[in-house]
Nanobody, 127 residues
Framework: QVQLVESGGGLVQAGGSLRLSCGAS????????MGWFRQAPGKDRAVVAV????????YYVESVKGRFTISRDNAKNTVYMQMNSLQPEDTAVYYC????????????????????WGQGTQVTVSS
């Protein structure tokens, strides 16, 4: 079992920044990959960024490249996502998730590859 708790969401103006955090407990944090996903109203949940269990490999959806940075601190059992230059289209509920089959070199990019999910945190970007 893995328990995940997100924090750091909120309301920000376009061009602003937020830092999301996701604390994990249960299984050894360094044994699984992590991902951030988002779901906007009326849309499916979609990948934003993922990171391998060692932190050595990352993936970003094209729309956030150069603006968002995913990182993890295995000593603190926490994954982060720094979000800069936020735009109204980034408005969504953001979820962190754990991929137990991920490796040092790979983290899943599809929600179905993830085994545990946090409760989500709302990010709203006003224009």
């Amino acid at each position: 079992q893995v328990q995940l708790v997100e924090s750091g969401g909120g309301l920000v103006q376009a061009g602003g920044s937020l830092r999301l955090s996701c604390g994990a407990s249960g299984r050894t944090f360094s044994s699984y990959a992590m991902g951030w996903f988002r779901q906007a109203p009326g849309k499916d949940r979609a990948v934003v960024a993922v990171i391998s269990r060692s932190g050595g490999r990352t993936y970003y959806v094209e729309s956030v490249k150069g603006r968002f940075t995913i990182s993890r601190d295995n000593a603190k059992n926490t994954v982060y996502m720094q979000m800069n230059s936020l735009q109204p289209e980034d408005t969504a509920v953001y979820y962190c998730a754990a991929d137990l089959s991920g490796s040092d070199m790979y983290a899943g990019r599809d929600p179905v590859e993830y085994d545990y999910w946090g409760q989500g945190t709302q990010v709203t970007v006003s224009s």
